[in-house]
């Protein structure tokens, strides 16, 4: 961690001295120069209006985790609305998905294009009859945002998609290097049909605890952030290896964290080496973010890449949260320079609304029909993922990220000293705006959520009592001010 | 099956004789008044502009089973396009999956819609931010639709997604049954997080032998049509059970096709109430389409229906594919008239773009997060599935696909009479355009497709050696008989 903060602080404060004047001005004003400048609360939050729309919707659809009905028309910027007209500063973002505000001008236009109408009427199914214009769509917008070292592009339909058809990449790749220049055998053509090695091989995905990595039946099995998702449900008897927890602030407890980081290391080699079925494939979160907010090191995250290289087990690093953008990296595994790239990449959410992965080419299945299903993707989405990945470069998003997240960050320690009972193992230090810290009970985090909205400020909570902070890409400095002034009144009154 | 074509088809006629004059005229004509009247074929398909342009997508994403390259702006109700200016009649519809032609006028004005823009740019995360007007696009498009006996809705991302998530809500009834009013145990609570009983209980679903519901890991474990889909992949335990191959024509083998139905119910019956973990639900295809197009009686999904009524196991009619109108009914399992409504039917393909379930409230798990992601589901295709529902609504186009269906099914009667080679076990009499036949060999008809598309027609298979047809609803006729005229001359050349 410490020596990938230093790298990449160097690195941008060069990017940004020799683009100062763009940096400075304000991109959220340009965007949406009728941003509200500050929250403005009427009602209860949830209000009248919220619960009359609501009971509305439950008659056809279950939303008991609803926190409120939004105004999406009316919402504007990094300010969402709500159906009782309450404007709230949205630092949570939908779930960490929206990257350039509410009502980008420049994603509306991408919405009215001849190409988004296109797609939508005539939705392909891209694996047998693609599109004329699929291979630009993918080669101007995601594959020019694609992480150094990769070239070739899955297209999925949400984050457990990405990960799980990841997952099944992996897995053909293992058995295919079994299996060398042989063909199928009849006795594997046959026991797949009943689910049966050798066709079905036992063979694992390996985890890491309080990781998140969707909620099908695949990519289930390997989330291990809390019981509510899991239970009842059945799972494939997967490992899980531990994830380091370090203590903070890191410059005061480095050599402890770094023994956290070996006994971690070397607990993953054991189990990864040892499990009763051949692991196929590793999956980790850059920043372990549903689970907790957890950090690691880059010389831990260069472990794991050491070690799966040693055994030939595939490498994903599933950025479905903290690809495009909003760590200070396009994507986060930047932050670790590794000696070699991973394997596959896996994002969606601020790609807005659909899943993707990287990989390079030997992950791809040698025969047809293997990675297959009737959509392979959806152009209509890729479309959306490109004008976004567009905008951040041409307005420099992921530079402005990195220095806002840092202006908050020494803002947030501030307080931290101030009121440290619950702003407690502040974390994420150069790590653009994902940051997080403790509160003193799971009770004070969830009162802090709600307290929050009354005062203004849409936020998230992650694991058992942290806060996580995940603004839009056009957050500015402006808005952290608003944010540091609720938090500083809750912490404050406690 | 008797029984079911006969009550449906006597109720067909009523209907169509009240709505003579408007089913008369063509629907097609008027959503494409400048759709091509024949196909035009230049070039050997896959053509030289395809080659280029695979060759240029394969550089970013692996399309190994792609026919040819379409351009998706100058195809035209139902006529296909492809980039080397070959116009092919289409009646295989991006597998099942355009309902209403290509460039259809109503979804492009949905498709411009405000709404869309806004659900487009704004994607929210409905579970907990739900859109004001979510509710309104349920009601008035998706719920107006649903079968009889259903009053809730899911709203997923493909069709294994809809499934998946069915198979999650059977598995929390079940288990929440089993608990009764008691909260979890701490057992519960610890085992799950390492993917083991109780927490993580031993369950499975049952589905039948060449059935298709999907390719992800839990979806998959109960697809059992190809082991190409299957191979290499870990798989739950789960059973299967037989389904019948009836035998053709129906009228011919009424005996010997109910004592396989017989058959096929007692083993289902055995399988379901002895294996080796308990089975939450059973999934089924009113027709199995992937698998091979096989049919049952209506009295076979009663049996079902019986038979997962006395166990207390959840039943899910999987209508991905047969779903929304192609089987001459709006949902195929509206042709059983069952004494009671299935437990959960899922669908996607023709409903555009997304996946749902349709369940009765009991399958609602009583908790939040317990059926929950990131987006649970997408307004802008619930957008264009409502406008899909109302336009088939507006232009009867569930009673034009019967009265073609019939049509077409005669004259197919009558060139299997003449070709009985190639033209084997007709089937789909009564269901609409869901119509298929079996080749005289896998190369035969791999041949077959290969050579429709030179004379002019996309048309698709399934199963071993069959020719499955899946057009969009707006398939008249005079579209009918182009496809008959290339049908022909393929298996006379034979």
Same mark, same amino acid.
């Given at each position: 961690m410490i020596r990938s903060v230093t790298r990449s602080s160097l690195l941008r404060n060069r990017v940004a001295g020799a683009r100062l004047t763009r940096l400075s001005s304000s991109v959220a004003a340009s965007y949406?120069?009728?941003?509200?400048t500050a929250p403005s609360v009427k009602?209860?939050?949830?209000?009248p209006q919220t619960k009359a729309a609501l009971e509305k919707l439950n008659k056809s659809m279950?939303?008991?985790?609803?926190y409120f009905v939004a105004d999406y028309y009316k919402s504007l910027g990094n300010y969402i609305v709500d159906v009782d007209g309450n404007v709230l500063l949205d630092v949570y973002a939908q779930i960490a998905s929206?990257?350039?505000?509410?009502?980008?001008p420049a994603l509306i236009e991408a919405a009215k294009s001849d190409a988004m109408i296109n797609s939508l009427v005539n939705r392909p199914a891209t694996g047998n009859f693609p599109s004329n214009d699929y291979a630009d769509i993918l080669e101007k917008g995601i594959m020019a945002a694609a992480p150094k070292g990769f070239s070739n592009v899955w297209t999925a339909l949400s984050g457990s998609d990405a990960n799980e058809t990841a997952f099944k990449a992996a897995f053909i790749y293992q058995a295919s290097k079994k299996r060398g220049s042989g063909g199928f055998t009849q006795e594997e053509l046959t026991t797949t049909m009943s689910n049966?090695?050798?066709?079905s091989p036992a063979g694992s995905i390996l985890s890491f605890e309080s990781s998140f990595h969707g909620r099908l039946f695949g990519s289930l099995s390997a989330?291990?952030?809390?019981p509510i998702h899991k239970l009842d449900i059945p799972a494939f008897d997967w490992p899980k290896a531990p994830f380091p927890r370090l203590q903070y602030p890191l410059e005061a407890n480095v050599e402890a964290n770094k023994q956290e980081e070996k006994r971690c290391l070397e607990e993953f080699e054991k189990i990864l080496t040892t499990w009763k079925t051949p692991v196929a494939a590793v999956i980790v979160e850059p920043i372990l973010s549903e689970g907790g907010d957890f950090h690691a090191s880059r010389d831990f995250f260069q472990g794991i890449r050491d070690i799966t290289k040693k055994h030939d087990v595939v490498m994903i690093v599933?950025?479905?949260?903290?690809?495009?953008? =909003?760590? *200070?990296?396009?994507?986060?595994?930047?932050?670790?320079?590794?000696d070699s790239v991973p394997d596959i990449v896996t994002f969606s959410k601020k790609a807005q609304a659909a899943g993707y992965y990287f990989s390079n080419p030997?992950?791809?299945?040698?025969?047809?029909?293997?990675?297959?299903?009737?959509?392979?993707?959806?152009p209509s989405k890729a479309i959306i993922a490109s004008a976004i990945f567009n905008e951040i470069k041409k307005n420099n998003l992921v530079e402005r990220t990195a220095q806002v997240g840092d202006y908050l960050f020494g803002k947030l320690e501030a307080l931290a000293t101030k009121y440290p009972q619950n702003i407690a193992n502040l974390r994420g230090k =150069?790590? *653009?705006?994902f940051i997080a810290w403790d509160c003193s009970s799971p009770e004070f985090r969830d009162n802090f959520i709600k307290k929050a909205k009354e005062l203004g400020v849409n936020i998230g909570g992650c694991g058992v009592q942290a806060i996580r902070l995940r603004p839009a890409l056009t957050f500015e400095e402006k808005h952290a001010d608003i944010l540091l002034d609720v938090v500083e009144k809750i912490v404050a009154s406690a």
């Open positions: 949406f120069p009728n941003e509200p009602t209860a939050i949830p209000g279950d939303i008991p985790a609803a929206i990257a350039l505000g509410y009502n980008n049966q090695a050798p066709g989330t291990r952030s809390k599933d950025e479905v949260q903290t690809g495009v953008g =909003g760590t *200070g990296k396009l994507w986060a595994h930047e932050h670790w320079n590794l030997e992950l791809r299945p040698k025969l047809a029909y293997r990675q297959f299903n009737t959509w392979c993707g959806d =150069g790590q *653009g705006t």
